[in-house]
């Protein structure tokens, strides 16, 4: 898909300061989003408060909602930190998902890292090996990473010339959802219980998405704002908008029935976006 290779192919950055000349209530409440913090360097973090200053430690991942992991680099090469911080019991634990690696945390290869970083940043370019070139980029997803690079739009829209730019709301709802599985995944088997965890495969397996043909994340997220927490009424109103009721005759919250929360591990709990009746 064209559209999506545009997305990939690495790009240097406009900006998004500049975005907020004309965008500026859209860039206000997306620079305080999670996707925007989804990574920083360790000195100053969060994490770097709670574990104490890491020698070799250089970023920290994630924004908070659930916890932090950081990744350091040794003898030239990148490594994944063993001690995760959790924000939900306030501790730190193991980090999930390293039982596999021979060596504790250490990337196989830099492209390994390289992924690790494109997930959670803005233009990002490969180094010499193959690795993720840490100089110049934007860490945190800025405007630029879901819609392409900017300038030749800035430039149009400041001489009030026709000023198009990508923009995944144009798309059918499968590609929609597909923009944000680039990250989010679109891939993995159903009934393994990590899969909860990657929300466009749930949802695309749900009747609601195959038979409605326009459910896409954004009927119920705004793409530049964090997930609405414990709001069961707002997202209630957005299955009424296709369900006139439930034969149960429940109106209130229909998250509990079709929608359950399920804890991954004992600190890390994701939201089934399977819809269905369990
Ligand atoms: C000088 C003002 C200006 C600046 C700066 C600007 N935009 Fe825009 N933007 C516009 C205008 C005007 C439109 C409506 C364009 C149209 O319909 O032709 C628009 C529309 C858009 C759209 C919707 C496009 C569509 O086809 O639906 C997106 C997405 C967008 N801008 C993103 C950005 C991003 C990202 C940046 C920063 C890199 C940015 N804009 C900077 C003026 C601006
Ligand atoms: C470039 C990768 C990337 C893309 C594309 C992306 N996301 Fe995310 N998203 C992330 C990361 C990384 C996080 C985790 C941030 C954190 O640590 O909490 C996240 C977190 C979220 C959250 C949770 C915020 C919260 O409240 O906890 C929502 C909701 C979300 N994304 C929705 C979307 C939607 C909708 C799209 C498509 C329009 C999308 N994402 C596209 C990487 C991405
Ligand atoms: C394919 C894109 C992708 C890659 C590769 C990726 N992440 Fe993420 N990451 C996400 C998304 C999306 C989220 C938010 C949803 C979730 O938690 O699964 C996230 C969330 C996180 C969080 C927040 C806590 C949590 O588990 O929700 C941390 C920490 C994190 N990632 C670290 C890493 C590290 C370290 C690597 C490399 C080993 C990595 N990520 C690779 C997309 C990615
Ligand atoms: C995680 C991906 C993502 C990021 C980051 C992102 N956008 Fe968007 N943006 C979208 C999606 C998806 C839509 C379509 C929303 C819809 O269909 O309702 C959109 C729509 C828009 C629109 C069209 C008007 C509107 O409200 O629908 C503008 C303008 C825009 N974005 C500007 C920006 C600016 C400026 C930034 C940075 C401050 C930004 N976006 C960051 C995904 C993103
Ligand atoms: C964009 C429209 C749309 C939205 C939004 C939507 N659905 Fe659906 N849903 C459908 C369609 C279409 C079907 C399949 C035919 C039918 O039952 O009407 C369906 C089917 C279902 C089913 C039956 C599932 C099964 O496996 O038999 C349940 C339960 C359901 N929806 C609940 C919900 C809940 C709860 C929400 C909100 C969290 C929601 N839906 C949001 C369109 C939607
Ligand atoms: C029918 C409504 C609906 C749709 C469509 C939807 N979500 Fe969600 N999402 C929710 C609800 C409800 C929550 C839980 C909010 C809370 O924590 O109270 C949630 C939470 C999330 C979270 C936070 C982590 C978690 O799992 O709890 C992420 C990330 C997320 N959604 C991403 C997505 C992505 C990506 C898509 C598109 C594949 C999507 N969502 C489509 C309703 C929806
Ligand atoms: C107390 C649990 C519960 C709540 C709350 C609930 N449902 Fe249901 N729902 C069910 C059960 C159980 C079924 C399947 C059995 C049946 O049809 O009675 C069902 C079936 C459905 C179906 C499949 C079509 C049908 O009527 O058989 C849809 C659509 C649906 N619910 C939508 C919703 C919506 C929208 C909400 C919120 C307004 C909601 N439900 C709230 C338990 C619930």
Do not use: I, M, W, Y
């Given at each position: 898909m064209r559209w999506l290779l545009v997305l990939l192919s690495v790009a240097p950055v406009f900006g998004s300061p500049v975005c907020a000349e004309c965008h500026d209530a859209i860039y206000r409440k997306q620079r305080v989003s999670r996707h925007a913090q989804a990574l920083r360097p360790y000195a100053g973090s969060r994490m770097a408060l709670a574990l104490g200053p890491g020698t070799s430690l250089e970023w920290a991942f994630g924004a908070g909602a659930q916890g932090f992991t950081a990744v350091g680099r040794s003898g030239g090469k990148y490594f994944e930190y063993g001690i995760s911080w959790f924000t939900g019991p306030g501790r730190p634990g193991p980090t999930p998902?390293?039982?596999?690696?021979?060596?504790?945390?250490?990337?196989?290869?830099?492209e390994e890292a390289f992924a690790c970083f494109r997930c959670h940043s803005t233009g990002l370019m490969r180094d010499n090996s193959g690795?993720?070139?840490?100089?110049?980029f934007t860490p945190g997803l800025t405007?630029?990473?879901?819609?392409?690079?900017?300038e030749k739009h800035v430039a149009a829209a400041r001489e009030r010339l026709p000023a198009s730019i990508f923009n995944a709301?144009?798309?059918p709802a499968r590609a929609s959802v597909e923009v944000c599985g680039?990250?989010?995944?679109?891939?993995?088997?159903?009934?393994?219980?990590?899969?909860?965890?990657?929300?466009p495969v749930g949802l695309m397996a749900s009747r609601c998405f195959r038979e409605s043909g326009r459910l896409s994340c954004v009927t119920c997220h705004d793409p530049h704002d964090d997930a609405v927490r414990s709001d069961a009424a707002y997202y209630s109103a957005k299955c009424l908008g296709c369900h006139t009721d439930c034969r149960r005759g429940?109106?209130?919250?229909?998250?509990?029935?079709h929608m359950r929360q399920a804890a991954l591990t004992p600190y890390l709990t994701f939201t089934d976006h399977r819809i269905r009746v369990y």
């Open positions: 998902g390293q039982s596999g690696r021979e060596s504790p945390g250490v990337f196989k290869t830099p690795g993720p070139d840490v100089t110049a405007c630029e990473r879901c819609h392409g690079p900017g709301a144009r798309l680039e990250c989010h995944r679109t891939r993995a088997n159903l009934s393994d219980p990590v899969t909860v965890r990657f929300q429940e109106r209130g919250n229909c998250l509990s029935c």
